[in-house]
């Protein structure tokens, strides 16, 4: 069975496609398609993504594109066996188990930046998106779309937006940060300071300083950057949390 699931999708210029089991309805493709160069393009970036994670990560990606001419090429990815999206109304401290497994898998995978400036980026990592787990306590990076890996990108972004993102729900669901989820968030921190996954670019006022390249650089966002959790965040809970890792962790 298979079914066109979106057109041009949050912007990116191209035909999404699920192709499924008609007994067991589990996906056996993705398949993504374009015509225009701005949908190549998105289509080589998740490409090339994939391919840059699959050299560092236990689990590889299958993929394949295929150029049928200059302007209609194809993306084909066979999705891993035994992996799970997580429920994002979970609550911050039921995630811990996840998000600590997450950091870890960041610091994996990136570990050849350690001390750098700059590294490649995901750009749009999440525990109830584009982050999968399997019941082996394995990580899986998927959804390559915003790859970018020669524009000078602080080190540490991804694993800080990830951070982010899950301070922003719980910010929805109490209106405050928990002293408990504080005291995580600044484990989370220690963590990445310590395997020097932090640029030096993010230190002093992180949370600050990533939201303000964000907004700089929104082009790489293909101009939906608008919808990243870590961009609504409350001026508040940023300058709070900045101010408790300048003086816990220095950073």
Known sequence: MKYI???NRHGSEFILTIKK????NTILTIEKTSTTIKGIRSL???????RWYNKRSKHKILSKLTEFTETYQKLVITPNEGFFHI???VPYIKLKYFLDVTIDHY???WSEYKNLPFA????DLSLVGNVMFNKNNDVLFVDWEQFHVFEKIP?????IMIIMENIYYEELRYKKIKHDVLNHILILFKRLKKEKLISIKLMDNPLRKVS??????????NGQHFKLPSLKLSEHNINYIDAALKENIQI
């Not at 080589?44 to 994939?50: A, L, N, Q």
């Not at 490649?120 to 750009?123: C, F, V």
């Not at 080190?155 to 694993?159: E, F, I, K, N, P």
């Open 44 to 50: 080589v970036s998740e490409y090339e993504g994939m």
């Open 5 to 7: 699931k979106g057109v």
């Open 21 to 24: 089991n008609r007994k067991t």
């Open 87 to 89: 429920d994002s109304k």
């Open 212 to 221: 303000d390249f964000i907004m700089s650089n929104k082009q790489m966002w």
């Open 107 to 109: 610091i994996e995978v």
């Open 120 to 123: 490649p980026i995901h750009g």
């Open 155 to 159: 080190t540490g972004l991804d694993a």
